[in-house]
């Protein structure tokens, strides 16, 4: 069995698409849908029962996080493989979890999966990072080195390990939960796809992306609500200093800022 993991906050459009899509395109009695709202304040809930009986519906009273909320999700699982799916997102082909699992399978030391990632006009999304370090902020910031901070595109059509997945739809092993825990409940949102992907390498198993397989995510839209548009940055700022340290995230910052800076002088 696989176990479709979805947190739901006041986003009850995009949620009522993503699980229209996954019950077009997958056979509902060999998988199980969670999802766990976050206190929705939009009908979701509401819209969730009426529409789609066959999910498994988590109400929190409050907006426990991205992390929190997944981790509700996970403990009720029944899958030996785990997708955490965002609300914001949308099936768009025939056999999806089948594919992501027959790839899982054939993979030696996997940790989790995931697949690549579609605009929402069609075009590749860039979903995949490298760790960030105060030594790859200096190459790109300072010494004009680009490629190492920001999301990217990796070439080729074939599985390929990478560092840093987003969490958009990220398949998760059983195996990989039994061995190194849940996520991390101190990121509210932001730098859980960070804090777990590092924790995986750390493990000594793997984080692949899968190129043949294509989910469409209509990016920010799961939590656009959660700041003005001119305060979005700052929602990364908790998580950066969790997953960093003060002193480092300081550094970093600084090396951006001061890189920024001098290349809009030139």
Sequence with gaps: MISVIIVSFNTKSLTRKCLQSIKVFEDIKNLEIIVVDNNSQD???????????????????????????????????????????????EFQSQHTLEKLIKNAQSIDCIGVISPQLLNSDGSIQASVYYFPTVTRALKQYWLGQSGYFGSFIPEG?????????????????????????????????????????CRIKQAGLKVYYLPSVQIIHHHGKSGQDLAEDENQWRRLIPGSIRYHGLFKHYLIHFILWTGQKFRSRL
């Design 43 to 89: 009908g979701s809930v509401a819209m969730i029962k009426k529409g789609f009986p066959f999910v498994k519906l988590i109400i929190n009273n409050n907006n426990l996080g991205f992390a929190k909320a997944n981790n509700q999700g996970i403990k009720q699982a029944k899958g030996d493989y785990i997708l955490l799916l965002n609300s914001d997102t």
């Design 157 to 197: 059509k074939v599985p390929q390990p990478v560092e840093v997945v987003t969490m958009a739809a990220m398949l998760i092993l059983r195996s990989t939960i039994n061995k190194i825990g849940l996520l991390d409940e101190g990121y509210f949102f932001y730098y859980e796809d960070l804090d777990y992907c």
